[in-house]
């Protein structure tokens, strides 16, 4: 039975949690390591307990992303030796490839004040994620990012010094301008400043570290997390985890069989945004310990990939930050075809329900645009290099270069200005923004997009101090998890820049938190 299917046919959390019992009955066997017989883990039957430890650390962190980083801060600023452990050859995971975006209803440089562009609260970034995710979402966690999201970005500026550029966006399902921008869209402008402020604390990082277990001794709910074993090369290391584990070592969307299991149409012909790291093994080693999931049925497709390797470029950007200022997306056909400031997840079952023969749809702009989210002359011209814009001096050279009808991509453009210019969209009741600037002078460009999976809502169940839960509904001792490995926060679907804001916030609550554990 997959995730999510026991709620779907009526079964129980109480019959479920019998049977879970059992099964942790029977992997109690003295010295040998827990095994809940999660799948990929077949080899857990011959796992046994380190006779000693290679490594002792107070906080061992799995993940060098944004969730990572900042969990080693965190830890190590509140007295913990602590080490990242990463199995890529570089830091930074999905993180450092992410494209800059940071939800928040506030900041230190109050830029949504001084810009004029309207109110915002906590309550209402709330209720804009419990509603994008379709109130699946853990009203808790929501509430706990919320909260925190400005003094988390503060604290990246102050102590780490990310660089924020001035401009707000507003994404697709937020109600508000809350989308910051780092200075160069890139996620690295936040993985160099939360490293510098591990690193500045004392945090050790170790590069090309795959943890291949997670140890702990038997299914005594009081039974503590003991540390991990890692492979290094072709040396296997025991690593001590005194105080605390903290997973952040991100989604699985990489992973296509499981993927699949959750979601059978995710076949490996869809590509994806992320890097290759994201292969979902150690929520299964969690499994094995006895955590427990929620939403792995929940995947996210990112509209605005490169449409044959699937990529999150710079260009890919341009569709997600451009519809609060003007952007349009047409098929290949020339006509618009969702409301633009969507939901992800609506923008891209819209792309796909154009059809295979109509890959790949476009985001369509002009000069006017970018400057009003943040974006270049030099970037576009970067993009035309490299092929990922498309240029056309008038509208009707655009569409041949396309192969868009003329006519009707030319209709559809002076349609959408006039709908600046009403207030109101009558085709697919898109909120009309003052920031909206019309299409009516060239050059005109296009984008071509096309859906890539991006991100995994689903993962180990939390709670609002970032502890991991067990199938029993109690926090495993000394076991953390936060970023994409953890579920709850989404919901159904996650909006843009949530990810990011998530994954700090939580970082930095398991760091302290598992600081604080007895050793």
Not at 224 to 251: D, F, M, T
Request: net charge positive; hydrophobic share 40%.
């Amino acid at each position: 039975m997959k995730d999510g299917d026991a709620e779907q046919k009526g079964m129980s959390r109480r019959s479920l949690l019998k049977g879970a019992a059992a099964v942790g009955a029977l992997a109690s066997v003295a010295g040998a390591a827990l095994n809940l017989a999660a799948p990929g883990t077949a080899e857990a039957a011959t796992k046994k307990l380190p006779q000693k430890w290679d490594e002792t650390w107070d906080v061992v962190v799995i993940g060098s992303g944004f969730a990572g980083l900042a969990a080693a801060a965190e830890a190590a600023g509140n007295g913990a030796k602590t080490v990242i452990l990463e199995k890529m050859p570089i830091y930074g995971g999905n993180s450092i490839i992410n494209g800059g975006g940071y939800a928040a209803w506030d900041d230190k440089m109050h830029l949504r004040q001084k810009k004029n562009l309207g109110e915002d609260s906590i309550k209402q970034h709330i209720q804009d994620t419990l509603k994008g995710g379709d109130f699946f979402n853990m009203p808790d966690l929501v509430e706990v990012m919320a909260k925190e999201a400005p003094d988390a970005l503060n604290w990246m500026i102050d102590e780490g010094g990310a660089q924020v550029g001035d401009v707000l966006v507003i994404g697709g399902g937020h109600t508000a301008y809350r989308a910051h921008f780092s200075a160069h869209n890139s996620g690295k402008d936040y993985t160099e400043a939360l490293k510098k402020i591990a690193e500045k604390r004392g945090a050790k990082m170790a590069l090309n570290s795959q943890v291949t277990w997670i140890w702990r001794k038997d299914a005594d709910p009081k039974s503590p997390v003991l540390g991990v074993e890692v492979k290094r090369g072709s040396k296997v290391v025991n690593v001590r985890a005194k105080k605390a584990l903290v997973l952040a070592s991100g989604g699985f969307s990489w992973d296509v069989q499981m993927r699949m299991e959750h979601w059978p149409k995710l076949v490996k012909e869809f590509n994806c945004t992320n890097q290759k790291g994201a292969t979902g093994e150690i929520i299964r080693y969690s499994k094995a310990v006895g955590a427990d999931t929620l939403h792995m049925n929940f995947i996210q497709l990112f509209p605005f990939a490169e449409p044959e390797a699937g990529t999150l470029d710079r260009p890919a950007v341009y569709g997600f930050s451009g519809p609060g200022v003007g952007v349009i997306y047409v098929s290949k056909a020339g006509k618009r075809f969702v409301n633009e400031l969507d939901r992800r997840d609506v923008c891209a079952f819209a792309q796909i329900a154009l059809g295979p023969n109509m890959k790949p749809a476009y985001t369509i702009f002009n000069d006017a645009i970018p400057p009003k989210f943040g974006g270049k002359p030099a970037e576009v011209e970067a993009g035309i290099k490299k092929g990922r814009f498309i240029k056309g001096d008038t509208i009707a050279d655009l569409a041949k270069k396309i192969g868009a009808p003329a006519d009707v991509l030319e209709k559809t453009i002076k349609d959408h200005n006039k709908y600046i210019a009403d207030g109101k969209d009558p085709e697919f009741n898109k909120p009309m923004k003052k920031t909206m600037v019309p299409m009516d002078k060239g050059p005109y460009y296009a984008l071509p997009m096309w859906p890539a999976v991006h991100h995994t809502m689903g993962g180990l169940r939390i709670n609002a101090n970032s502890q991991v839960i067990d199938v029993f509904g109690a926090p495993i001792p000394h076991l953390y998890a936060a970023g994409e490995v953890a579920g709850g926060v989404h919901g159904s679907n996650r909006l843009g820049c949530n990810a990011t804001t998530e994954c700090v916030v939580f970082g930095r609550i398991a760091g302290k938190n598992g600081a604080k554990e007895k050793g």
